[in-house]
Every structure is written in C-alpha cells, then in structure tokens.
C-alpha cells in the first residue's frame, strides 16, 4: 500500500504565502509523474500542477507566476510554493500519484486526503 499525506495548509491573508507539502510512504518502487489538484467551495476538482520525476513541471495560467512546484525524489515528497494568493485560490487542495510504481511495471493510482487552504481577510 502506498499513503499520501498533504501538510502545510492553513488560513492566510490576501497576499500572503503557503507552503504545502506531499509526502508519499509504503510499499514505492518509484514515484513518477506528482499531480496536485484543487477543489473550491461548491466546485469540481480541477488539475493545476503536475512535475515530473526529472523535474520539468507544468502550471495552468491561473496560477502561473504565483505558485511553484518541486519534488525530492529522495525523501518521495512534493512541494507546492503558493505566494500572492488570492481569495479564489480558497479550496482544499490534493495531492495524486497517478501512475506511482509499487514494483517494476505494477502501478497504482493515488489520492491524499487534501488540505484545506482558506484565503480570506
């Protein structure tokens, strides 16, 4: 089995900045592509960041410029850096491992829990 955990979310100002993490543990052989997700009040999950195991990372323009994306492949741990936020970054926030090898050529789907972000003043 593999657990997902998000940490680092909070209530925080208009401007101000967060730092969530994911930290994947269990039975990993690797940890490939990390997708991070977001779902407001009253709204569908949407997909705005994933990175890569070598790094390269993608953001929708919604949140490009103000939130970054990186990964330790050793400690099997995501980071997502958000700063400049705004009320409508407000949602909990979800980290997946969409494609997380459990043995050579033996992939699973993996969701955390999420954590709430509250953007408010």
């Known amino acids: 089995q593999v657990q997902l955990v998000e940490s680092g979310g909070g209530l925080v100002q208009p401007g101000g900045s967060l730092r969530l993490s994911c930290a994947a543990s269990?039975?990993?052989?690797?940890?490939?592509?990390i997708h991070w997700y977001r779902q407001a009040p009253g709204k569908q999950r949407e997909f705005f960041a994933a990175?890569?195991?070598?790094?390269?990372?993608t953001v929708v323009d919604s949140v490009k410029g103000r939130f970054t994306i990186s990964r330790d492949n050793a400690k099997n741990t995501a980071y997502l850096q958000m700063n400049s936020l705004k009320p409508e970054d407000t949602a909990v926030y979800y980290c997946?491992?969409?494609?997380?090898?459990?043995?050579?050529?033996?992939?699973?789907?993996?969701w955390g829990q999420g954590t709430l972000v509250n953007v408010s003043s």
């Open positions: 269990g039975s990993i052989f690797r940890v490939n592509m």
């Open positions: 997946n491992l969409p494609d997380v090898e459990i043995s050579q050529y033996e992939y699973l789907d993996v």
């Open positions: 990175v890569r195991r070598d790094g390269a990372t």
